[in-house]
Structures are given as C-alpha cells and as structure tokens.
C-alpha cells in the first residue's frame, strides 16, 4: 500500500513517524473518515471544514498543500476508485509534558482501502460504562483520543451488541461510538442537536437537510421510536434492536439512501 506523509506518497514500509509525534504519545491531533466513490471523494468541502473547524479549537496549523489532490492522489496510487480514505493530522514532535510547542510541525498522514462489505441492520445497546461531556470543546472535534467510545464499544460486544448509544451527562443521547442517531418518532424524523454532544457530521447534515429536526432525545425516546438508523461518512445503517427491542421498520432509512448520493 502506498500512503501520503506529510507531502508526499510513500510506500508503506518506507513510511516513519517519530515515536515522540504528539499524535502518538497524547492522541493530540484529528481525523477524517472519507468514502471514495468513482474516483471522488464525497462531501470534501464539509469534511475539510470540520477538520480546518477541529484544527483551529485545538490549534493546530493545517498543511500549505491541498488536501482535496492529495486524497485523490493517494486513492489513484493504490488504484483505487471505491472505497474508504482517512486524513489523520497531528500536532506532529513536542517535547515531554502537556504543553504543546509555540511552533508545531504537523504531521499528515492519508491512508486508503477497499470498502468493505455491506453491514447488516446494527443491535444497539445503551452505554452504562462511560458518558459524553457535552460542555467539552472536545465534543465538537474528531479527535484521535476515542478511548470514551472504545470503552462504550467494548462494553456493547459484551452485551452482544454492534454498537452502543453514549448519553451525555444530563442523560440525554449524544450519538454512538461511530456514528449519529437518527429516530422516527411520532412521524417525525429527529436526531440528537450537537449542544447534547452529537458530533457534528457530514452525513448527518445531509440528512437534515432533507428535513429531519434536531432536538433533545433521551432514552425513553428510543424507546418509542418506529425507527432508528445511524449516519457516518460511510452512509446510513439502519438499526434492528436497541436494549433487546427488536425493530423492523427501515423506510426512512431506504428513503434518504435512494435521495442522497452516497448514503
């Protein structure tokens, strides 16, 4: 596999971060997760703008290149025209301790693979091990540290599950580990808002403008739902249990992947 460093493509066993990279020792940098779909990239201009939007709270300097060329170059480079591509960037060397340098030197790394199969209907569970701290400027963030999410995830194949809804601290739902939440409920069509901790993403702002609503969601709410689906930028999974409650309505689901490309 061939992947882009900083500025230009590598091999793989050619390519060398330091041990002492920030992203390494403190899990300080961001990342994005783009579908490659025909030779493009979708939604790329949403996806820099959450990333150019994390590297300013975290302030972090982005890299003088264009990223757009840069993704497609490394796709090109492993012949790929579908598939999945991550942007990871860090804070790049720091020396010990928290502070981070006055001048950073990032580091950028771009990888690519094949995309996998298609997932079946996912069994949510609701986390009881962890919470998401929706007053944090991390909320907002894609950021490298996902031990929260790692935990909640852990604890989801514990109770055989495929993923697990985090609530915030006032026990409203913020999203999953991986993905935004999406409900029918009452007829309406409604996700967590970002200032309970949902995540700003891609897909998710796509579905919202095909007239979804975001407003506060607890647990009770899922419980009632009709339905529930999840969005990443890798499209929209539809969900068949949540806490043991089997589900089998998928329409809104199968509606908004036929109206939006690339769901």
């Known amino acids: 596999m061939k992947l882009w460093l900083v500025d230009r493509l590598v091999e793989e066993e050619a390519a060398r971060i330091s041990p002492f990279d920030r ?14 779909a025909g030779g493009a990239v979708l939604r790329l201009d949403a996806h820099l703008a959450r990333l150019a939007a994390g590297a300013g709270v975290l302030g972090i300097p982005l890299p003088a290149l264009d990223l757009g060329a840069a993704l497609v170059v490394t796709a090109q480079a492993n012949q790929l025209a579908d598939g999945v591509l991550r942007l990871t960037l860090t804070r790049g060397v720091g020396p010990r301790g928290v502070l981070p340098p006055a001048v950073p030197t990032p580091t950028l790394v771009i990888t690519a693979a094949p995309a996998g199969p298609a997932l079946p209907p996912a069994r949510l569970v609701i986390a009881q091990t962890t919470r998401r701290n929706a007053r944090s400027p991390l909320a907002q963030v894609k950021s490298l540290n996902y031990l929260d999410g790692i935990l909640a995830r852990q604890e989801a194949a514990r109770r055989g599950a495929d ?101």
Do not use: C, H, K, Y
């Open 163 to 263: 993923d697990a809804v985090l609530l915030n601290t006032e026990d409203r739902v913020a999203e999953t580990t991986i993905a935004n939440v999406f409900a029918v409920i009452d007829g309406a069509l409604v996700t967590p808002p970002v200032a309970d901790g949902a995540l700003p993403g891609v897909m998710r702002a796509a579905v919202l403008s095909e007239g979804a609503e975001a407003r506060p969601l607890d647990a009770f709410d899922l419980a009632q739902a009709d339905e529930i689906f999840l969005t990443s930028a890798l499209g929209i999974r539809s969900v068949s249990a949540i806490e043991g409650r089997a589900l089998s309505v998928f329409t809104a689901a199968a509606r908004l992947r036929a109206r939006i490309a690339g769901a």
């Open 23 to 36: 992203g390494f020792t403190l899990g300080d940098g961001l990342f994005e997760t783009l579908r490659l």
